[in-house]
Nanobody
C-alpha cells in the first residue's frame, strides 16, 4: 500500500503563487509515475500534470501549461506542484496520485493510489 498526503493549499488572490507538496509513504514510489489532478465543485476530476519516475518526462493540461511546474524528489518520496499566475478558475481540490504501472498517463482511471486532497481557492 502507498499513502499520499497533500499539503500547501490555501486561499490566495489571482496572480499569486502556491506550491503543493505530496509526501508518499508505505511502499517506495521512486519507480512510479506520479500525477496531480483537481476537482472543482460540480465537475469531474481532471488531469493537471504528470511526471515520470525519473523526473525526465512531464506533461501538463493545456489550461496550466506555462504556469504550473511538476517536480519530484525521490530521496524524500515527494512530488511538488508549483503554481504561478493563479486564476480563479484554478480553484479546486487538488489531488496527487501514483500510477502503479509502467508509463505515464493523464487518465484518472489509470492511477492506483490517491491522496485526500488539498483545497486551493483563488479569489479575483
Amino acid at each position: 500500500q502507498i499513502q499520499l498526503v497533500e499539503s500547501g493549499g490555501g486561499l490566495v488572490q489571482a496572480g499569486d503563487s502556491l506550491r503543493l507538496s505530496c509526501a508518499a509513504s508505505g511502499r517506495t514510489v521512486t519507480r512510479y509515475a506520479m500525477g496531480w489532478f483537481r476537482q472543482a465543485p460540480g465537475n469531474e476530476r481532471e488531469f493537471v500534470a504528470t511526471i515520470s519516475w525519473s523526473g525526465v518526462y512531464t506533461d501538463y493540461a493545456d489550461s496550466v501549461k506555462g504556469r504550473f511546474t511538476i517536480s519530484r524528489d525521490n530521496t524524500k518520496s515527494t512530488v511538488y506542484l508549483q503554481m504561478n499566475s493563479l486564476k480563479p478558475e484554478d480553484t479546486a481540490v487538488y489531488y496527487c496520485a501514483v500510477r502503479n504501472k509502467a508509463g505515464n498517463s493523464n487518465s484518472v482511471a489509470l492511477y492506483d493510489y490517491w491522496g485526500q486532497g488539498t483545497q486551493v481557492t483563488v479569489s479575483s
